[in-house]
Structure formats: structure tokens, C-alpha cells
């Protein structure tokens, strides 16, 4: 069973930062391209960040760029997504996850997921 283990998440006010890490298998993190999803309550699951499993190509969300910044760290089989300049509608669960193929913005195409980490912004 593969497990991704996300951390990070917590409590901020607006205009704040924190910062999300997801640790992941190695034989999964060297080839699979990883990403970060959210979901807020009542709301549908939407991509944030991700990193495409071919060619390491970053995406982001329209909602979330110039703000937020995906990375890795392959020593440590780590991503991290660097939420800046947060704003109360980034409030959400959030997700990481794993994809061996597929477009990097889609959801259907990721493998494996995280159990989660809350992210709460205060206005």
C-alpha cells in the first residue's frame, strides 16, 4: 500500500503563509509526477500545483499563482507547496498525490493520495 504523509497545515490570518510538505515512497516519488489538490466544504476537489510526470513541468492553478510555489526535494522524497499571501478562500483541505500518467491538472489522473491536511485562513 502506498502511503503519501502530508504536514504543514494549520491555522493562519490573512496575508499569512505556511507551508505543506508530503512525503512519498521512493520508487514513487522518482517517477511519478506529484500535485497538490484541495477541497473546501460544499465545494468540488480542484487542482492547486503539480508537477507533471513528464519532464517535471510545473502547473498552477490560475487561483493561486504569483501566490504559491511548488517544489521538491529528491533527497528527501519530499514536495512542498509555499502558500503565500493567503486569503480566506484558500480555506480547504488539502491534498497530496501521486500520477503515472495523464495530464497533471486533471485528478482522474492521479494514483495515489494523501489522508489530507486542513488549511484554515482567518479573515
Known amino acids: 500500500q502506498v502511503q503519501l504523509v502530508e504536514s504543514g497545515g494549520g491555522l493562519v490570518q490573512a496575508g499569512g503563509s505556511l507551508r505543506l510538505s508530503c512525503v512519498a515512497p521512493?520508487?514513487?516519488?522518482?517517477?511519478?509526477?506529484m500535485g497538490w489538490f484541495r477541497q473546501a466544504p460544499g465545494k468540488e476537489r480542484e487542482i492547486v500545483a503539480a508537477?507533471?510526470?513528464?519532464?517535471?513541468?510545473?502547473y498552477y492553478a490560475d487561483s493561486v499563482k504569483g501566490r504559491f510555489t511548488i517544489s521538491r526535494d529528491n533527497a528527501k522524497n519530499t514536495v512542498y507547496l509555499q502558500m503565500n499571501s493567503l486569503k480566506p478562500d484558500d480555506t480547504a483541505v488539502y491534498y497530496c498525490?501521486?500520477?503515472?500518467?495523464?495530464?497533471?491538472?486533471?485528478?482522474?489522473?492521479?494514483?495515489?493520495w494523501g489522508q489530507g491536511t486542513q488549511v484554515t485562513v482567518s479573515s
Open positions: 521512493g520508487r514513487i516519488f522518482s517517477s511519478y509526477g
Open positions: 498525490a501521486a500520477a503515472g500518467s495523464g495530464s497533471a491538472s486533471r485528478s482522474a489522473s492521479y494514483d495515489y
Open positions: 508537477f507533471s510526470w513528464v519532464g517535471g513541468r510545473t
